[in-house]
């Protein structure tokens, strides 16, 4: 289902208006939000969850479902921690590798789902027990990484003077802005739009529906071990047990962002601002000194909010065509 232009705008434009009075409000109570640090560190601290948005955006696009990403992070981050720290292998040979494996991961999950019609919920649910499990077997603590190369690398950062842009948000801007090309001036974009909005009628335009598949969900498994590469960079560390629930953080942010659910219609800078907004509520509600899971509950009131306006706006489309 396509909706018309001005509406496929609003819940973009909705996320817009949200994430500015956030920050307005945050930075009008507390005058060290306006601090330029403070914005970077939105990117930085955020940069791997937005990572894995970035992927689940375009698997939401299409139409799927991705629950494996967060385990694939986990699996990912303790890889390359093990590869690095206990195989001795130098941080530019041990992140290709860790990327292959997330690659090989959600290669395998669209295979499954397009040549056996299983439904991506339970195809993505088994990928995130496979993904997990596997990671505690490689290590069940997690694992600090003292490599000189990859301490170099992780201390990288672009001195403004009063603020330090680090590495981590350069990565997370990097692929936002790919994603982005990617989806809105690319065949393969184009070819996941029509998939998400109609797999059949995409069928009869000649899109290749079972390469579209394979390479949306190669796409995730790729951005979630990028994520789980960033993310021993932002800790230096590698942990089994990181990113437990970040697949449901990760959908939070498209939606918010304004992609969709039943796919078809959304936008890779929508999935930015979705994260962004995730960022401000956390560092606001740590300037409040409150605790963390108002977090949770804010998400959860902004995510009904967009689901209602997206159903609004779909009802809304049906009417004028009947």
């Known amino acids: 289902m396509r909706l018309p232009i001005s509406r496929r705008h609003i819940p973009l434009l909705a996320t817009a208006a949200v994430c500015a009075l956030l920050y307005t409000a945050a930075a009008l109570r507390h005058?060290?939000?306006?601090?330029?640090?403070?914005?970077?560190?939105?990117?930085g601290d955020n940069s791997f969850l937005g990572i894995v948005a970035v992927g689940m955006t375009?698997?939401?696009?299409?139409?799927?479902?991705?629950?494996?990403?967060?385990?694939?992070?986990?699996?990912?981050?303790?890889?390359?921690?093990?590869?690095?720290?206990?195989?001795?292998?130098?941080?530019?040979?041990?992140?290709?590798?860790?990327?292959?494996?997330?690659?090989?991961?959600?290669?395998?999950?669209?295979?499954?789902?397009?040549?056996?019609?299983?439904?991506?919920?339970?195809?993505?649910?088994a990928g995130m027990f496979f993904a997990r499990g596997l990671a505690f077997i490689i290590r069940l603590e997690s694992l600090s990484i003292r490599d000189l190369l990859h301490r170099a690398i992780a201390e990288c950062a672009l001195d403004l003077g009063t603020a330090q842009v680090p590495i981590t948000a350069f990565i997370f801007i990097a692929v936002v802005v790919i994603g982005a090309y990617g989806a809105s001036w690319t065949v393969f974009g184009r070819n996941v739009y029509a998939l998400g909005g109609n797999e059949e009628a995409a069928m009869l335009m000649g899109v290749p529906?079972?390469?579209?598949?394979?390479?949306?969900?190669?796409?995730?498994?790729?951005?979630?071990?990028?994520?789980?590469?960033?993310?021993?960079?932002?800790g230096s560390s590698g942990d089994p047990r990181a990113a437990i629930g970040m697949e449901l953080d990760a959908i939070a942010a498209v939606v918010i962002g304004g992609t969709l659910l039943t796919g078809g219609v959304g936008y890779v800078f929508g999935t930015l601002l979705g994260v962004l907004i995730s960022g401000i509520i956390q560092t606001g509600i740590t300037f409040e000194?409150?605790?963390?899971?108002?977090?949770?509950?804010?998400i959860g009131v902004l995510l009904l909010f967009f689901i209602l306006l997206q159903k609004l706006l779909a009802r809304s489309a049906l009417r004028e065509r009947a």
């Open 31 to 43: 005058r060290d939000f306006f601090a330029l640090q403070v914005f970077i560190d939105l990117f």
């Open 289 to 298: 000194n409150l605790n963390s899971w108002w977090t949770k509950v804010a």
């Open 209 to 234: 529906i079972a390469r579209t598949k394979l390479l949306v969900y190669t796409l995730s498994g790729s951005c979630s071990a990028l994520a789980g590469v960033v993310y021993t960079l932002y």
């Open 58 to 125: 375009f698997v939401i696009l299409s139409g799927g479902i991705d629950l494996s990403v967060g385990s694939v992070v986990a699996l990912s981050s303790t890889l390359s921690a093990v590869l690095i720290q206990k195989g001795g292998l130098s941080p530019l040979l041990a992140i290709p590798i860790v990327l292959a494996v997330g690659m090989l991961i959600g290669l395998l999950m669209g295979c499954l789902i397009h040549y056996t019609g299983l439904p991506p919920f339970i195809v993505t649910l």
